[in-house]
């Protein structure tokens, strides 16, 4: 049987923002799973602050510098870990851009930043490693966008237009990798980018929003989840199927 | 195309014709040149409602039967074959609904309710298609609640109703699209479920009736195996202003 | 929590538990620690699978129950509550198919249909939901064919059946999400419903390969075990934050656009 202590054992996985307090539980739990990760961070103090939780079980896992709106450096972040990683089985888009402007006030410098933030950076992760993913026949992609993409809130029109795109993206690659077990999934995530907590919900929810959050990831980063690809997950306590009244 | 007469010489059946949503459909339709038969229980209401559309169209008529049983169904399917000689629009707007979660609702009013809703939407089907095959074209309507894709609580019975009435849409389009018989749903709030969305009031029986002749006429003879929600976006909204 | 050990020492009933999907789950459950409650019509092999499940646990049990049946269910849930109090997971496997064309459609499966995939979920619901109110927690699962939410050949009925189960789950959902407790469905592919199992009796291997290859992404048939395990993530602390939510085990068969292309054909009609 499945050691469900250790679902990822010996794996190589890669978190893209590991900053937040969402990516931050994400690396933990995958690292506790016995991945090795590298993750992006945009404050090194917090990645020094991970590294150090997870060195005693995953001793190889690795932080680097890294600016979702910078689009060289996520070339050269791709790059280094491709260096130090034989193989990269995992791979964790956790974009971040959340700019509070409404349409009228907004400016095109803010589109600019959103769209390499939430969109142009997982198109170049995943030209990065799914190629890789694909020859060797095995890997697993978690997109996570906003649950704001079904259910808009009012006054953030940005992070709707940037994050609804990452479900097309990722229902394209899933079926294009379907043949070569390359599964990709998509999370519509009811914690907003930065926050630690869902936004209002039906769910009486005991515990850790984050932890349950990198549950679900953990879930499908491991095989728990192999005949599951190409969906798009909604971790919102159920505020997506409730009709206000 | 008439866009006065969309349904000039169009034969349509409508089930559950005394509700509001289906008197409104029925009229609408007859106001566009179709020969419509109303089909439903109450025979004084069914009278009533074929004098209004006989005004409107002479050729316009009603039965009255019960919508809960197999053989009366088929009865009445005759009954309208014979009147109107052939159909091709079906809509199966009976139904009616009962509130309550699983703890409060009896299980006999659930199953009801299911034959009132879905076994009817079922069993009219079932007996009219074969004429609309041999006619190699027909548009079915089923008109349901807009539950069946978002919930409130309280609602499990009637959700249980839309939800399969939609999916039932789905399938049975997928197997007649070959005879180009199409079936499209229409989904609205119940009254009395009020909500708060982005288009502010209740919508109106018309505003359903509007949504059911777009699917039975020509306007929209690509679009199959359709929800259309006449909701006023309620599904969407997730958080009021400054939230 | 401990990921070997997921459900430790937590209640659980499943319903159509003996055979498949139920069988897979219950053991699964088992291992992690769950104390299994089997409810089926099919008494030897409830009885075959009970045996395997004392190994893990001395208190698992077997209830025979035809779900179609009010008295019968009533009598299951009253003996379930008494011997153990509110299920912490309740797993409802109940699925029949009858495939047909809907001018070919009989009466009687109809109602059968009816009768064992959506009534069945909502009498049990009735006796359960108090309790696990009370409770102040739980996880509830339903496994439903994901014929609920696209549109296939000659299953218009069985889709219609399923497609209400899937709308009352999520409604189910809204009532008790107060309480703690979350309500999920599993929507599983053709491969591996009752369906699945049709189209394997039916048809050459070669076909049936062909068939899952052009309308999935994953090209190849799906193993119950895949399916416990997805049971097992959502009857789990591991699912804490989700609930209404429908998961698809169907190797991505939902987001294809174009697998009309390929049209089951069962025969029925030219």
Known sequence: MRNYAKLLEGKYAVVTNGGDPCGCAIVKKLAMHGATVAFGVRDPEIGEKILGEISDLSPESFYLMLSLADSEGIEEFCRKVKECFPLTTVLVNNPYGDIKRTIIESCEEDDRYLLQVNQRSVMQTLRAFYGPMRDNRCGSIINISSNTVFKPVLGNPFLTLSMGTIGGLTRVTAFEGGEFYVRVNEILSGIQPGHSELSPCPLKIEGSHVEGMADLVLFLASDMSSYITGQSFTVDGGARRQLFA | ?243 | MRYDKMLQDKHILITAGASQIGKACALLFASHGGIVAIADKDKGAGKDLLHQLKEYHEDSRFYHTDLGCSDSVKDTCDRYLSDFGAPDVWLNCEGLCHPAFIDEQEEAPLREMINLNTLSTFRIMKYLAGPMKEKQGGAIIQMISDYAVTGANGVAAYGATMGGLFAMTNSFAMDYAPYGIRVNSILLGISLSAMGDIIAAETEDEEAEEFWVRTQMIPRRGKVEEVADTALFLASDMGSLITAEGFFVNGGQNSIAHNQHYRWNWGAKA
């Open chain 2, 1 to 243: 195309m008439d866009y006065q007469r969309l349904l000039a010489g169009r034969s349509a059946i409508v089930t559950g014709g005394v509700g509001s949503v289906g008197r409104t459909v029925a009229l609408l339709y007859a106001r566009h040149g179709a020969n419509v038969v109303v089909l439903d229980e109450d025979e004084v209401e069914v009278e009533k409602i074929v004098q209004e559309l006989r005004d409107i169209n002479q050729k316009c008529s009603g039965f009255a039967g019960n919508l809960r049983d197999p053989e009366s169904i088929v009865q009445l399917c005759n009954h309208a074959i014979n009147a109107l000689g052939t159909a091709d629009i079906l809509v199966n707007a009976a139904g009616t609904y009962l509130s309550g979660d699983a703890e409060t609702l009896e299980e006999d009013d659930f199953i009801a309710m299911i034959d009132w809703n879905v076994n009817s939407t079922i069993r009219f089907t079932k007996a009219i298609i074969p004429y609309m095959c041999d006619n190699r074209q027909g548009d079915i309507i089923n008109i349901t609640s807009d539950l069946a894709t978002a919930s409130l609580p309280g609602t499990a019975g009637i959700a249980a109703c839309a939800g399969a009435v939609l999916a039932f849409t789905r399938s049975v389009t997928m197997d007649y699209i070959r005879y180009r018989v199409r079936a499209n749903c229409i989904v609205y709030p119940l009254d009395g479920i009020e909500g708060r969305r982005p288009l502010t009031g209740a919508p109106a029986p018309e505003d359903v009736a509007n949504a059911a002749l777009w699917y039975a006429c020509k306007m929209s003879r690509f679009i199959i195996g359709d929800m259309l929600p006449v909701n006023g976006g309620m599904d969407y909204f997730a958080g009021m202003r400054g939230e």
